[in-house]
C-alpha cells in the first residue's frame, strides 16, 4: 500500500479527473460513502446517535456534506456547523452543500466567532462528531476560528472521526504544527499519508482505516511513488509450503561472526534465530575461548574458533580464517556482540571490502564502520545494514533527533549513496532498497525495544536472504515476520514482560499464521 504525499496524492487525483475521466463529484461522493461505511461498523444504530459535522470550505468540507447527506438517508438526524459562509463554498463542496441543504440536512452557519459560539453547544450534545475541516493541503498551523473550532471539538466527549486527516495536521509530516483534533479513528482516502504513520503526529489519528473510493489501482503503481506500507499480502509468498524433496542444502547455510566475551548471549539470539526461520545450516566463528559457551547453547549449531585478542575480541588475524569460512556460505551476519576493540574494528574494516556473499551488517560491525562509512561501497555482494537511530547517528555523524526527525530523507540517501539495503529499527522500521524505494513496516511493539531483539532480526534477515532469490522481499518478509512475532509474545506475555528470547519462541506459531495464506 503506496504512502503519499500531498502533492502526490493531488497528482493521483488529478489523473483520475482529467485522465482516466472519474468526475471529481463522484470521487467526493464515494469518500462520504466509504466514510459512512466505516462509520457504520462502529455505530450500525445510527438513528439513535447524535452526529455533528464540522465542515470547512473545501473538498474536507465536502466531503463532510456527503456524510451528512448520507447518514440523513439512512434515519439519522445529523447537524454540520459550516466554518465559512455559505458562498464561500466553491467546487464540488458546494455542488454536495446545496444536495444537502435540500436533503433537509440540517446545516449551520459557524462562520464567525459570534456564530461559532451560538451553534457549538451541539458538540457537547453530539455522541460522534466527524471532523471535515482540513485535508492534505494545510502547511501552516491553524488559527483563529478554525484553532478554536479544533479546541472545541477536542474538549467535547464525543467519538470523533477524521476525514482524510485530522484537521490541523500537515499530511507531509510527521511533526505537530499547531493544534490539532485528536481523533478517535481517521478515515483516509484512497491512500494513507505520511502524517498518519509516524509520532508524534500519529498520536492525533487512532485508529486507521483506508476508504476505497473507486480510483483505478494502477494509478498507485507509478514508480514515482517510493513509500509505501508492507502488508501481509506482500509477505505471504514467502512462507509457501516446502518441497519434498528438499534438503538442508535447499535453505541456505548461514556464517555468523558474532560474540566476544561477556557478549556471547548475541552470537546465540543470531544463530537460534535463523535456524527458526528455516535456514538449512548455520555456522558461527567466534572468539576461540567463546566457543564452548556458544557450542552448548544449541546443539543443531556448528562453531568455529577463531585468533581471539587478550581481551577474548576476535582479532585481525582472524581474517584468512574468515574468508575460507565464508566459502560455499549463501549469506553472513557480521557484528552482533563482536566489542569496538581495535584489532576487531581493523578486522571488520577488512573485511567488507572483500565479502562476495549478502551479508547482513548490525550492531558493533556498524560502530567499527562509523569512522569510515565508505568501506561499504567497496562489498562486491550485496549489504543490509540493521542500525537503530544510535548507531545511524554515528554512521552519518549526525545526532540522534536528527536522524529520527529526518529519517524519511536520511535513510534512502544513505541506501542510495551507499549502493546498500538500510534497515532502521525502531517503531515503524524503515526498509530502504538501493533504488530509493522505501517500505514501513507496520508490525511490532514497544517490549520488542530490549537488548536482544536486534540480534534475533539480523539472524532472521541472514536466513531469509540464504534461502529466497528476491533479495528485497525476502528483507521484508524477515523484518515483518520479527514485528509479527513480537506482536503474538506482547499478547501472550505482556509488552512489560517481553524478552529477546520471547520472539524466538513466538516465531512458530507466527510463521504458521503466514503459511495459512498459502496453499
Known sequence: MKILTSAEMREVDRIAIEEVGIPGPVLMENAGRGIVDVLLTRFPRVERERVVVVAGRGNNGGDGLVVARHLRNRGGNPVVLLLAAKEEVKGDAALNLAVAEKSGVDVRDASTDLCWKKVRPALAEATVIID?????????????????????????????????????????????????????????????????????????????????????????????????????????????????????????????????????????????????????????????????????????????????????????????????????????????????????????????????????????GLNDLAEDPSLLKKASAPLVLTPHPGEFARLTGRTTQEVLDGRLELVPRFAREHALYLVLKGYRTLIAAPDGRVFVNPTGNPGMATGGSGDVLSGMIASFIGQEPDFLGAILAAVYLHGLSGDLAAARLSERALIAGDIIRFLPPAIKSLESGQS
Do not use: W
Request: glycine letters at 10%.
Open 132 to 364: 471535515a475541516i482540513f485535508g492534505t493541503g494545510l502547511t501552516k498551523p491553524a488559527e483563529g476560528l478554525f484553532a478554536e473550532a479544533i479546541g472545541d471539538i477536542n474538549k467535547a466527549s464525543g467519538f470523533k472521526i477524521a476525514v482524510d486527516i485530522p484537521s490541523g495536521l500537515s499530511s507531509d509530516t510527521f511533526k505537530v504544527i499547531g493544534p490539532a483534533v485528536k481523533a478517535d479513528l481517521t478515515v483516509t482516502l484512497a491512500a494513507p499519508k505520511v502524517v498518519h504513520i509516524f509520532p508524534p503526529a500519529q498520536e492525533s489519528v487512532g485508529d486507521l482505516v483506508c476508504a476505497d473510493i473507486g480510483m483505478p489501482p494502477s494509478l498507485f503503481e507509478n514508480e514515482s511513488l517510493r513509500l509505501e506500507m508492507v502488508e501481509k499480502k506482500d509477505v505471504s509468498p514467502f512462507f509457501r509450503k516446502r518441497k519434498r524433496d528438499a534438503h538442508k542444502g535447499s535453505y541456505g547455510h548461514v556464517f555468523i561472526l558474532s560474540g566476544s566475551l561477556g557478549k556471547t548471549g548475541a552470537a546465540v539470539m543470531v544463530a537460534k534465530a535463523a535456524y527458526r526461520t528455516g535456514a538449512g545450516l548455520v555456522t558461527v566463528g567466534t572468539p576461540a575461548g567463546c566457543v564452548p559457551i556458544i557450542a552448548k547453547s544449541m546443539v543443531e549449531l556448528m562453531t568455529e574458533p577463531l585468533t581471539e585478542t587478550k581481551e577474548k575480541t576476535l582479532s585481525a588475524e582472524a581474517l584468512p580464517r574468515i574468508m575460507g569460512l565464508l566459502e560455499g556460505k549463501y549469506a553472513a551476519v557480521i557484528g552482533p556482540g563482536i566489542s569496538t576493540h581495535p584489532s576487531t574494528a581493523d578486522l571488520v574494516r577488512s573485511l567488507i571490502p572483500r565479502l562476495k556473499i549478502p551479508a547482513v551488517i548490525d550492531a558493533d
